[in-house]
C-alpha cells in the first residue's frame, strides 16, 4: 500500500496525523526539507505546479522527469530512501494556457498529467477550476469535474501502461476540487475574514465528481482519490495573513466522514501559527500546502549572511570582493519584471520593499539567475573563509546564535541556512506528528 495512502488511512482512524507539501523547486528548500525528514525518519512530499514544471519545461526549465531525477539527485546525496520521497503535481489542469481555447487548452493539459505520471508522481491534483478563453463565466461546478474526470482517465491509461514496465510504481492518489485558491497566495489585498467553504458545496463537488468518474468508468480511481481541496479560511497576500479559526470550519470538517480514504487539503497555509497548523490537522486539513513561506525564510537568512558579511569586510578592512547579493538580487528582478511586475503596485519605494519583503515572495522567481546564483556562491565563500563572530550572529541570527553557542549547529553558512528554513518545517512537522518527539 502507499504510505501516504496508509497515513490518510490513521488519520480517519482516529490518530490526528499528517502530512505537508513542499511547494518548491529550490534546492536550499528541498535539501533542508530532506534532511529533516531524515532526521524524523519520515515521509516527505514534494510538489510541482504546473507553471513551474511541465512538458514545455516551465519557469524552472524543468519537464516532470527533470524535477524527478533533480529530486532524487539530492535524496541521493543526503542519503534520503526514495520509498519515503512521494512526489506530487499541483494545479494540474489549464492553469498555463487560460488564454487558449477550451480544447486546446485541455489537450495540453491531457499532455500535461501524462508526463506528471509517466515520470512517477504518485500525488495528482486534478485542478480544471480556471477558467480558459472560450468558457462561459462562471464556470460551472460540473464542467470543472468532468474535465477533472478526463485528465484522470488519462492518468490512469498512462499509469497502466507504465505499470506494466515499471512494476514497483504506486498507482496515482487524486486530489479533486473546485474552491481552489490562487497558486502562491492572493494577488490583491484580502479582507480580514475568508469565507469557509460551506459543507453543501463541499458534499456537492464530490458528488459531481464521483458521478463524473463513474461515468468514465473510473471507480477504481474514485477509491484513490485522497483528497478535496477547500477553504478554510486561510490566505495571505502581500502584507497580511489571514489566520485559521477553527470554529468557522466545523461544519466544514465533518462532511468527509463517509469517506474512508478522502481528507481535505488545505492551499496558502503558509505564515499560520503552530497552532493553527495543530488545530487544522485535527480538523482534518491533513494535507498542508508550504511554498513561499519556504523561499521567504531562504531570503531572510540570505540576507542576514549579507549583512554579517558586509560587517565583517567593513572591520577587517580587506580587499575581498562582495557579494552585494541584495543589489544583485534587486537588479536582477528589475531587469526581468514579469514575474513581479504584475503583482506590485503603488510608487517606486513600496514596489521596492515588496520586491524584497512581500509574503507573495515573488523573488523567488529570481534565485535560479545566473547573477544570484554568482552573488549567493560568492557569500557563502566569504563567509566559509573567515569565521562568523557570535556577535553578529546574535545581531541577525538570534535563533541560530542560541544554537550555536548550545553546540546543536556548526557555524557555517550552509548549516545555518538549512537551520532557519527547518524552523518553518518543523511547525509543519510537529502538527502533523511527524516530529521526532512522535516516534
Not at 520509498?83 to 481555447?101: E, M, T, V
Amino acid at each position: 500500500m502507499s504510505p501516504l495512502l496508509e497515513l490518510i488511512q490513521r488519520h480517519k482512524a482516529g490518530t490526528p496525523c499528517g502530512i505537508y507539501a513542499v511547494c518548491s523547486a529550490n534546492s536550499f528548500v528541498l535539501e533542508a526539507a530532506i534532511l529533516q525528514a531524515k532526521r524524523h525518519n519520515s515521509l516527505l512530499l514534494v510538489e510541482a505546479t504546473s507553471n513551474q514544471v511541465n512538458q514545455f519545461g516551465g519557469y524552472t526549465g524543468m519537464m516532470p522527469e527533470d524535477f524527478r531525477h533533480f529530486i532524487q539527485g539530492i535524496a541521493t546525496r543526503l542519503d534520503f530512501p526514495f520509498q519515503q520521497l512521494i512526489l506530487g503535481g499541483d494545479h494540474l489542469g489549464p492553469n498555463c494556457w487560460q488564454s487558449d481555447s477550451a480544447e486546446i487548452a485541455m489537450q495540453k493539459s491531457e499532455q500535461l498529467i501524462a508526463a506528471y505520471v509517466a515520470a512517477g508522481f504518485e500525488k495528482i491534483h486534478l485542478d480544471c477550476s480556471m477558467a480558459c478563453a472560450d468558457d462561459t463565466l462562471p464556470l460551472a461546478d460540473s464542467l470543472i469535474a468532468e474535465r477533472a474526470a478526463q485528465l484522470c482517465k488519462v492518468a490512469e491509461t498512462t499509469y497502466a501502461n507504465r505499470a506494466a514496465n515499471k512494476a514497483d510504481q504506486r498507482p496515482p492518489l487524486y486530489v479533486i476540487g473546485t474552491e481552489v485558491p490562487v497558486p502562491g497566495g492572493a494577488q490583491e489585498d484580502l479582507e480580514t475574514k475568508l469565507e469557509v467553504t460551506s459543507s453543501a458545496s463541499a458534499a456537492e463537488t464530490l458528488t459531481l465528481h464521483r458521478d463524473a468518474f463513474a461515468e468514465l468508468q473510473l471507480q477504481s480511481a474514485w477509491q484513490r482519490t485522497i483528497a478535496l481541496v477547500v477553504q478554510p479560511g486561510v490566505e495571505f497576500d502581500h502584507q497580511s495573513i489571514i489566520s485559521y479559526q477553527s470554529a468557522d470550519a466545523q461544519a466544514l470538517s465533518t462532511v468527509l466522514n463517509s469517506y474512508p480514504n478522502m481528507v481535505f487539503e488545505a492551499h496558502s497555509t503558509d505564515y499560520q501559527s503552530p497552532a493553527a497548523y495543530k488545530a487544522l490537522v485535527s480538523d482534518h486539513f491533513a494535507i498542508l500546502k508550504v511554498g513561499p513561506a519556504l523561499t521567504f525564510a531562504l531570503r531572510e537568512v540570505l540576507f542576514a549572511l549579507s549583512d554579517i558579511e558586509q560587517a565583517i569586510l567593513e572591520s577587517i578592512g580587506q580587499a575581498m570582493e562582495t557579494a552585494n547579493l541584495k543589489n544583485v538580487l534587486e537588479q536582477s528582478m528589475l531587469d526581468n519584471p514579469e514575474y513581479w511586475q504584475p503583482y506590485y503596485q503603488g510608487s517606486r519605494a513600496a514596489q521596492k520593499f515588496s520586491r524584497q519583503y512581500s509574503l507573495s515572495d515573488r523573488c523567488r522567481y529570481y534565485w535560479p539567475q545566473q547573477e544570484v546564483q554568482q552573488a549567493v556562491e560568492t557569500l557563502l565563500n566569504n563567509l566559509n573563509h573567515c569565521q562568523m563572530p557570535i556577535a553578529l550572529l546574535s545581531q541577525y541570527l538570534p535563533v541560530q546564535y542560541q544554537a550555536i553557542v548550545q553546540g546543536d549547529l556548526a557555524n557555517a553558512p550552509q548549516a545555518i541556512i538549512y537551520h532557519h528554513i527547518q524552523q518553518v518545517t518543523a511547525h509543519y512537522a510537529s502538527a502533523c506528528l511527524m516530529g521526532i518527539d512522535h516516534e
